[in-house]
């Protein structure tokens, strides 16, 4: 009787693993995604495949998102172009693609001013804590929801332009 319980309690946790976070992982074969453009202000982020929007989100900023990130810590998000340079499948909130933030440029202007740039700046789902509480609440990043996210990271490749707009 042992035996067969162990049996069947091993294939159960089997199944659950197999079923777990595969969900957040999909799969993505559309026109592909040239840019994307966020419009701070309209807290909107545009998919693009040329001039066509392929999807449009609504998105949280840093806590304190006017005018463009200059220091670590300021609350605010980056302005500018930049690129899509990396990708966390563990991210803290949900999954996470990276902007280039820092350009050299933003890094030296920081430097002179006896500050960082700051860094570790991504469009994400939600924190597992406050689920993003509030309109804006990241520390300088692009939130969306943990659905929204994970057909973003489908979507989105490294190298795609990011254009964020006040």
Not at 58 to 77: A, C, H, M, S, Y
Not at 128 to 141: F, P, Q, V
Request: one cysteine or more; proline letters at 5%; aromatic letters at 10%.
């Amino acid at each position: 009787m042992n035996r067969r319980t162990l049996l069947l309690g091993g294939c159960a946790l089997a199944t659950l693993a197999a079923c777990g976070d595969s969900s957040k992982f999909k799969s993505y074969n559309g026109p592909a995604v040239t840019q994307i453009q966020i419009f701070k202000s309209q807290r909107m982020m545009y998919l693009l495949h040329g001039d066509e929007v392929l999807e449009k989100y609504k998105i949280g900023l840093g806590g304190d998102p006017v005018g463009p990130k200059q220091f670590e810590g300021d609350g605010k998000t980056p302005e500018g172009l930049y690129y899509i340079n990396r990708r966390n499948p563990n991210s803290a909130y949900y999954l996470s693609i990276g902007i280039s933030y820092p350009n050299p440029q933003q890094v030296a202007f920081a430097e002179s001013q006896g500050k960082k740039a700051g860094g570790d700046i991504f469009i994400h789902g939600r924190d597992g804590k406050n689920k993003g509480k509030g309109r804006d609440w990241t520390a300088g990043c692009i939130a969306v929801k943990d659905k929204e996210i994970s057909d973003i990271y489908a979507m989105v490749r490294d190298g795609t332009p990011i254009f964020i707009f006040p």
